[in-house]
């Protein structure tokens, strides 16, 4: 049980951090960065927002009781720009991410070995986080190198900066063994 409880909230945390990066990514371009695409067959951060969105959104509502994949949701609509603002945006991040929240916080280690389904195939509720937790790092990574490449000044690193391994490892190894999660001391540097 405690090992359960110790996977939901390691889940909370993890999805918080890429969270926080995709945001933080976000903020270091102009408004219309968000909107660029380089071709007609790349997507632009705002259509990845619009797909985070729309997935989290089908994935998590009536999570436990419902395919998470929703009559109402047309995924492919997802792929086309439709969001104008910046405002825009960051309203459908936000409301993505907390229909994710919600559910995950109800959620009870009991609940980890039932039975969900997504497209009429059956995931543990375990498996189901794990995809989604794979999925929506994926994107994020796309949000942040696109973002690092139509930044037109100098980039806030979101990890380990450039050639500052050798500081990073020193300054970890100088403190004292702990356990905790990562995500803590990230967390505190990406706010």
Same mark, same amino acid.
């Given at each position: 049980m405690e090992i359960n409880n110790n996977y939901l909230e390691s889940v909370k945390r993890l999805f918080l951090y890429y969270k926080t990066i995709g945001e933080k990514a976000m903020n270091q371009l102009e408004p219309e960065q968000l909107f660029f695409a380089?071709?007609?067959?790349?997507?632009? !951060?705002? #259509?990845? #927002?619009?797909?985070?969105?729309?997935?989290?959104?089908?994935?998590?509502?009536?999570?436990?009781t419902s395919d998470g994949e929703k009559e109402w949701r047309n995924r492919d609509s997802e792929f086309e720009t439709v969001l104008k603002?910046?405002?825009?945006?960051?309203?459908?991040?936000?409301?993505?991410?907390?229909?994710?929240?919600?559910?995950?916080n109800s959620l009870t280690p009991e609940q980890l070995t039932q039975i969900v389904y997504i497209r009429n195939e059956g995931h543990t509720v375990l498996?189901?986080?794990?995809?989604?937790?794979?999925? *929506?790092? *994926?994107?994020?990574?796309?949000? #942040?190198?696109?973002?690092?490449?139509?930044?037109?000044?100098?980039?806030?690193?979101?990890? !380990?900066?450039?050639n500052?391994?050798?500081?990073?490892?020193?300054? +970890?190894?100088? +403190?004292?063994?702990?356990? +905790? *999660?990562?995500?803590?001391?990230?967390?505190?540097?990406?706010?």
């Amino acid at each position: 049980m405690e090992i359960n409880n110790n996977y939901l909230e390691s889940v909370k945390r993890l999805f918080l951090y890429y969270k926080t990066i995709g945001e933080k990514a976000m903020n270091q371009l102009e408004p219309e960065q968000l909107f660029f695409a380089a071709n007609e067959d790349t997507n632009s !951060i705002a #259509v990845i #927002v619009q797909h985070l969105s729309g997935n989290m959104l089908s994935r998590w509502t009536d999570f436990l009781t419902s395919d998470g994949e929703k009559e109402w949701r047309n995924r492919d609509s997802e792929f086309e720009t439709v969001l104008k603002t910046k405002d825009e945006l960051l309203n459908i991040w936000e409301k993505g991410w907390d229909c994710l929240f919600q559910a995950i916080n109800s959620l009870t280690p009991e609940q980890l070995t039932q039975i969900v389904y997504i497209r009429n195939e059956g995931h543990t509720v375990l498996d189901a986080i794990n995809r989604q937790l794979a999925h *929506y790092p *994926y994107h994020i990574g796309q949000i #942040v190198f696109y973002a690092k490449m139509l930044k037109q000044t100098e980039w806030d690193s979101l990890s !380990i900066p450039k050639n500052k391994s050798g500081d990073y490892n020193a300054d +970890k190894f100088s +403190k004292e063994k702990s356990t +905790k *999660y990562f995500t803590d001391d990230e967390l505190n540097k990406l706010k």
